[in-house]
């Protein structure tokens, strides 16, 4: 779980970083070459340190989960409308 958050708050520090990178281009903080070197750095780094294999072991957790409770739902409405017609 430690390392959930650790990769967690390492995510939301990057996503600070590109976003305060991407207005300092827009407004002509920085020049394209060197915002540019920036984002090649940037990926360098994010690609070395982040693992994602358990951010990704629990994308496929939830999605089944929601993908389970979709079938369920839909074979529960199925018999419901199913039983309906019988009796219109």
Known sequence: MNSQIN???NIERYSDTLMSMCLDFKMGGIDEE???AN???FNEAL???YDSTSDTLLHIKRVNQLLTGSAIELIARVNSFDS???FA
Request: with cysteine; aromatic share 6%; proline share 0%.
């Open 84 to 86: 309906s017609c019988l």
């Open 47 to 49: 690609n070395s340190n």
């Open 7 to 9: 990769s967690r708050t």
């Open 39 to 41: 984002l090649n750095g």
């Open 34 to 36: 060197t915002f540019v």
